[in-house]
């Protein structure tokens, strides 16, 4: 964990109302890991108290950079969609506790993800193709805001759906899931409260990561605000330290 | 350049503290930097029993300020003092142990075993957090229950106990007082002030709960009236706080009658700030024209029968 | 889309109006827009007397907020009347006359003279300015004080009263139903914090007067959560204020229970701002689901059971 | 009075912590007079509820242009010194009431300076050279702060003082005014209080006019935040409305 000054490289809009941002760095590019996420100063922090976190879409150690997909929410976000090419970002992290991927059980394993819940899923996704056979299923509220198509299908099997049907299957993601002939040995996923819900009760039989979201205060554990009851001795987690990515079994949604 | 201070008994290295309630036990932030350096610890608070604290969300922003709702989640006292105590200990540095309750009973049995503790050097009494029905507010904003909750406290603490008043009050010098007669070390102020944010989605409170406390430099000129008014009144030592993000603010707070200050909300947004505000204060200072944290105090005092 | 609004008696074309004190007698920004925009106009507050005021600086800035104290200079009730009253006359909008006083018979005699006039359409009863040590404070920080206040205007005015209370005090809902209970028609909510800066140069406060009233957005949550508390308790109506300089400010103090609302501070900022809040407030509440501001009024109180 | 949006044509340290601004517009630059002053909003009002009011230094109406002169204080200014060309200022003018330049009385008229009040005195200089014998006095704090030396010896007779000696005259300015051997019919003079006092009384006989400056609120009259007392009717004046200037005869200081 550090704070870094950070450059931006890129900051596109990508689909509705959505960012890719790219930013370099001496010491985040180097160590933050897939699920992990960064929380970043808004401002010169005399107006916005509070950091924005925002999971890590890609990780590139040799230029040294991070991809940030964003979507433009409220006044943070807002602002760093303004921001250009060479603007200088606070970044701290990286934070919390990312996707684990060594599980040898088996060879079939799902990712499902649901608007700006799809970030994190991708560069996990690059990992996982190296050694199992994915499936990706992202699910979008409407056709323009529909990201990342194109560079999931280059990595693997991946399945599109949106609420409205304006493009792929109309629906919810555990529609798709539901028709896949698959046998899951495992699966991951991240996205609104509601189809983590679904997603976990449709894959009760599966050993499962789920990535959280959380109002958060400090990002680090030491405040409080992000917690979540869980099954566990202290009967809750932290979403910032011990999350975002909790084993499914562990939670109660 | 010296920077101690001297709150009665109690003696700091400098007179920078991260505020109770966001500064956990210290564990996170040492991994930052080394708490040593610190003046002071005030922890998380600590009430009798282990407690979950409210639903989420629990913070939301404001302009220049946030609202939290925690609702004094911890492990209970018995809970702090086996699991992080022990961590703190490693350090050299004064804890200050934050003490809340729901009754005048709670708050003393945590006293108790709280002011029992060798790290801990004095006790911080939150009469003053407005986020749990039952989170001793009321004891913070009403005189005679003040006195009371204060004088069975000192009854009970082998260690100096600081007053933690509430700025949700008409007239703050009327419980500062109060506490004081009753025997009050010193004095922490202030703590948040109720406020609410409203989702225009969804028509409800961003906070669970509803209500949550202000912080934040939203709130600095408040706190500085605060303590100011306070300090017209007694002599006793004030650990002062609100909104502090600079050494700038740090002075503010000594000039307008604090002996040593705590920085919450700040530790959010840079969790090197106390670090940063011990090393950059004596340049502050010196550009102000001043050669030590008492040379502020006696400037200050000075300066009191006039309207500062 | 219709933005009329109610207010017992007092009927206005849209929700918005200036803020007492903030946009002097209409003079100075009439240059700016045509005041007939305005859902209501709430002037400088009237004293018995011309006064002068406090001393200068009576203005500094805060983190997104401004200390005020001005000291109610007024060219007295007899003034206001002779020379500004006769500007405000061409226009169709309703004043609201704010009045101040220094003892109960001051603040009688003030509304009696303001309540005759043609072109005020209510009172507004300042029992909450914090910037004169004799500004009618007290009777805003005193629930019995408030009632006697209240009561003793609304026997000589034949014009609604509204009474403007102060965020100062320990429960805002002991005021507002004590001033209900006196037949006050109305509230406004809520008057300026006491705060208060210091100048690290001068080391002495920024403000002549030493403390000041906190406006602007750093209040807002603290307005819209009295706002809350004082709705569970009463139906009058009530014009909110604190902070607003947005349409979405705008519609959180209606959701949180204000029934019109006034805009202060951010006049100084951008001198259009009541028009264009007047012009963009029917898009907002659309995009928001409302098709009025009754509406919005209607979605408040079916969520008053919950937590809003 | 309008609200203009205005662009940053140049901004650059002229002196010790002072900074010469150019801005551009459709409105100001054409109807602003010597002595008014602009009232100028700092970030994007969020965090800043109060403008900055800054006196004209200079006019071009030709490329529709003003100057500003600004010491740097505190965070306002601290912030404008910041931006670049092409970044646009939200400006509300022209305020105030500037210097009266039709009297008749005389031909000998002497203008003094202090510091951050230096820059509404050369507009004025400007125009006064045209048609009287003008000496030019301005004091600053020390060497490295003393700027338009230059610019106001072009157009006339000037002497500069330094509190510490370190250039030009030693002292203050009614050190040097009191030196010089002429009968000044007319004067003006803008700078600190305590500079104005001295110059008031040094020229108690002479009529003159003063720019003063107090904190403001609204800037357009309406809040009574800037007024200062005066022997007229009302026993006050605003500076923000009646003056920035006045009759040195009708204020109390
Ligand atoms: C671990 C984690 C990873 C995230 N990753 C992404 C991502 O990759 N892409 C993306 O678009 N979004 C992500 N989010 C959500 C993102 O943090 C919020 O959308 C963003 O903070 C909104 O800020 P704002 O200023 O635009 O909105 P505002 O509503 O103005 O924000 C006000 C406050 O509320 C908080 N807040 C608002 N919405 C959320 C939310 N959904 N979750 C947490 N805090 C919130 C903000 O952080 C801020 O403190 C993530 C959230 C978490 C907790
Ligand atoms: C009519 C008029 C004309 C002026 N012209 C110039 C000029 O040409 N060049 C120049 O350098 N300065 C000028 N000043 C002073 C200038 O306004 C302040 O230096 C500036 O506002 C400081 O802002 P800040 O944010 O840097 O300082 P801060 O101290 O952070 O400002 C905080 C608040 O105090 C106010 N303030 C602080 N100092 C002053 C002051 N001396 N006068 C009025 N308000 C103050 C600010 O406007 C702001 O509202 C003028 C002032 C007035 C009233
Ligand atoms: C998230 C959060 C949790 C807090 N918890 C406590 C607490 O447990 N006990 C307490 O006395 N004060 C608590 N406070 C209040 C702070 O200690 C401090 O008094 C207040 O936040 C003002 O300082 P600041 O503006 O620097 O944050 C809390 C504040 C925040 C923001
Ligand atoms: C400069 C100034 C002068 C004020 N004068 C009065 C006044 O005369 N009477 C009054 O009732 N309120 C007065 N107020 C309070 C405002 O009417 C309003 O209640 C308060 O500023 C909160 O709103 P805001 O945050 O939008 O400014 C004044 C406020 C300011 C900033
Ligand atoms: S955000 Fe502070 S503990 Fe998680
Ligand atoms: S600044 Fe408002 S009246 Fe002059």
Redesign the interface.
Known sequence: ?I?EDMTIQKNECIALNTFEMVISGEEIPLHIQSGQFVHI?IGD???????RPLSIADINRISQTITLIYHVTGDGTKWLSTLTEGTILNV?GPLGNGFEIKHSEGNQILVVGGGVGVPPLYHLTKQLVRHYQVTVVLGFATREAVFYEDEFRELTKTYISTDDGTYGHKGFVTDVVSQLDLNFQHYYACGPMPMLQAVQEQMIDTPGQLSFE???????????????EAKND???VKIC?DGPVLQASEVIL | MSLEVTLGDLHLNNPIMPAS????FG???S??YDLNQLGAIAI?AATGEAR??NQ??????T????L?A?GL?N?GVDGIIEQELPFLRQYDVPVIANIAGSTLEEYVDVARKMSEQAAVKALELNISCPNVKEGGVQFGTDATLAYRVTEAVKSVSSKPVFVKLSPNVTDITDIATAVEKAGADGLSMVNTLTGRRIDLHQQAP?IANGSGGLS??AIKPIAIHMIHQVRQKTDLPIIGMGGI?STEDVLEFLLAGADAVAVG????????ICERLVQDLPETLQAYGFNSVKEVRDARCSHQSTSL
């Open positions: 964990m704070v100063q922090g005399k107006l916005n108290m509070l950091r701290l959380e109002r958060m205060g400090c990002g680090i554990g030491a405040c409080f605000a992000c917690v979540c202290n009967g809750y330290q | 309630g966001c500064f956990g564990r996170e932030f991994a930052f998380k979950f604290g989420t969300p629990r913070v939301a922003e302009s220049s300020g946030m939290n925690i989640q492990p961003i934040g430099p993000q909300t700040a530790n959010f947004q840079n969790p090197f």
